[in-house]
Protein backbone atom coordinates (compact mmCIF):
# COMPACT_ATOMS: atom_id res chain seq x y z
CA UNK A 1 0.00 0.00 0.00
CA UNK A 2 1.30 3.34 -0.43
CA UNK A 3 0.80 5.73 1.52
CA UNK A 4 -0.21 9.94 0.05
CA UNK A 5 2.73 12.29 0.22
CA UNK A 6 2.26 14.29 3.39
CA UNK A 7 0.85 17.88 3.25
CA UNK A 8 1.10 20.34 6.01
CA UNK A 9 2.68 20.29 9.37
CA UNK A 10 2.19 17.74 12.48
CA UNK A 11 1.58 19.04 15.57
CA UNK A 12 4.79 17.96 16.96
CA UNK A 13 6.64 20.42 14.52
CA UNK A 14 4.96 23.25 15.76
CA UNK A 15 5.36 22.62 19.18
CA UNK A 16 9.18 22.28 18.07
CA UNK A 17 9.03 25.78 16.16
CA UNK A 18 7.27 27.24 19.34
CA UNK A 19 9.71 25.82 22.00
CA UNK A 20 12.75 27.35 19.90
CA UNK A 21 10.75 30.61 19.12
CA UNK A 22 10.54 30.59 22.79
CA UNK A 23 13.82 30.47 23.92
CA UNK A 24 15.19 32.51 21.46
CA UNK A 25 13.05 35.02 22.74
CA UNK A 26 13.48 34.77 26.66
CA UNK A 27 17.40 35.28 26.12
CA UNK A 28 16.95 38.11 23.53
CA UNK A 29 14.48 39.99 26.68
CA UNK A 30 17.59 39.09 29.08
CA UNK A 31 20.25 40.73 26.96
CA UNK A 32 17.63 43.69 26.39
CA UNK A 33 16.81 44.04 30.04
CA UNK A 34 20.36 43.84 31.06
CA UNK A 35 21.11 46.06 28.63
CA UNK A 36 19.21 48.60 29.42
CA UNK A 37 20.24 48.94 33.37
CA UNK A 38 23.59 49.12 32.04
CA UNK A 39 22.60 51.68 29.57
CA UNK A 40 20.84 53.61 32.96
CA UNK A 41 23.85 53.12 35.53
CA UNK A 42 26.16 54.53 32.61
CA UNK A 43 23.80 57.36 32.17
CA UNK A 44 23.78 57.97 35.86
CA UNK A 45 27.95 57.69 36.16
CA UNK A 46 27.74 60.56 33.15
CA UNK A 47 25.93 62.80 35.45
CA UNK A 48 27.35 62.15 39.08
CA UNK A 49 30.76 62.93 36.80
CA UNK A 50 29.83 66.04 35.43
CA UNK A 51 28.23 67.34 38.83
CA UNK A 52 31.37 66.96 40.11
CA UNK A 53 33.52 68.79 37.74
CA UNK A 54 31.22 71.23 37.90
CA UNK A 55 31.32 71.49 41.69
CA UNK A 56 35.01 72.06 41.09
CA UNK A 57 35.26 74.61 38.75
CA UNK A 58 32.67 76.32 41.07
CA UNK A 59 35.18 76.13 44.09
CA UNK A 60 38.61 76.76 41.28
CA UNK A 61 36.32 80.30 40.96
CA UNK A 62 36.49 81.03 44.42
CA UNK A 63 39.43 82.86 46.36
CA UNK A 64 41.90 80.69 48.11
CA UNK A 65 40.13 82.22 51.80
CA UNK A 66 36.59 81.75 50.97
CA UNK A 67 37.27 77.91 50.17
CA UNK A 68 34.46 76.00 52.32
CA UNK A 69 33.08 72.60 52.81
CA UNK A 70 29.36 72.66 51.15
CA UNK A 71 26.72 70.56 50.18
CA UNK A 72 23.87 70.55 47.85
CA UNK A 73 21.83 67.90 45.97
CA UNK A 74 20.13 68.61 41.77
CA UNK A 75 17.98 66.81 40.78
CA UNK A 76 18.50 65.44 36.55
CA UNK A 77 16.07 63.28 34.71
CA UNK A 78 14.38 62.39 37.82
CA UNK A 79 17.46 61.29 39.54
CA UNK A 80 18.46 62.97 42.68
CA UNK A 81 22.22 63.44 43.33
CA UNK A 82 23.82 64.65 46.73
CA UNK A 83 27.18 66.83 46.18
CA UNK A 84 29.12 67.11 49.01
CA UNK A 85 32.15 69.24 49.28
CA UNK A 86 34.92 68.54 51.96
CA UNK A 87 38.14 71.12 52.28
CA UNK A 88 40.54 70.56 54.92
CA UNK A 89 43.04 73.43 54.95
CA UNK A 90 46.69 73.25 55.24
CA UNK A 91 46.40 69.73 53.41
CA UNK A 92 49.11 68.65 52.83
CA UNK A 93 51.21 71.72 53.84
CA UNK A 94 50.92 75.55 55.13
CA UNK A 95 48.62 77.53 52.43
CA UNK A 96 47.61 73.91 50.61
CA UNK A 97 43.90 72.66 50.71
CA UNK A 98 42.79 69.53 49.98
CA UNK A 99 39.29 69.68 48.27
CA UNK A 100 36.90 66.43 47.88
CA UNK A 101 33.83 66.33 45.96
CA UNK A 102 31.70 63.27 46.23
CA UNK A 103 28.43 63.36 44.16
CA UNK A 104 26.13 60.09 45.45
CA UNK A 105 22.69 58.65 44.20
CA UNK A 106 20.66 56.36 44.26
CA UNK A 107 18.96 54.37 40.95
CA UNK A 108 17.54 51.09 39.53
CA UNK A 109 21.25 49.87 40.29
CA UNK A 110 21.48 51.01 44.10
CA UNK A 111 23.34 53.32 45.83
CA UNK A 112 26.56 54.78 43.80
CA UNK A 113 29.14 57.45 44.61
CA UNK A 114 31.53 59.03 42.46
CA UNK A 115 34.63 61.50 43.85
CA UNK A 116 37.15 63.46 42.60
CA UNK A 117 40.00 65.44 45.03
CA UNK A 118 42.67 67.93 44.06
CA UNK A 119 45.01 70.54 45.98
CA UNK A 120 44.25 73.81 45.91
CA UNK A 121 47.04 76.53 46.59
CA UNK A 122 47.36 80.09 48.02
CA UNK A 123 49.40 82.27 45.31
CA UNK A 124 48.69 84.77 46.58
CA UNK A 125 51.51 84.94 49.30
Do not use: C
Not at 6 to 22: C, H, K, P, T, Y
Not at 45 to 63: F, G, K, N
Not at 86 to 95: F, I, S
Request: overall charge positive.
Amino acid sequence: MRRRRQRGISLLEVLAAMSLFALVSAAMATLAITSIRGVSANRHSTVATMLAQWEMERVRALDYTTITSASSSQTVAGVPYNIATVVQANTPGANMSDVRVTVSWTGPEGSKSYSTETIYTDVTL
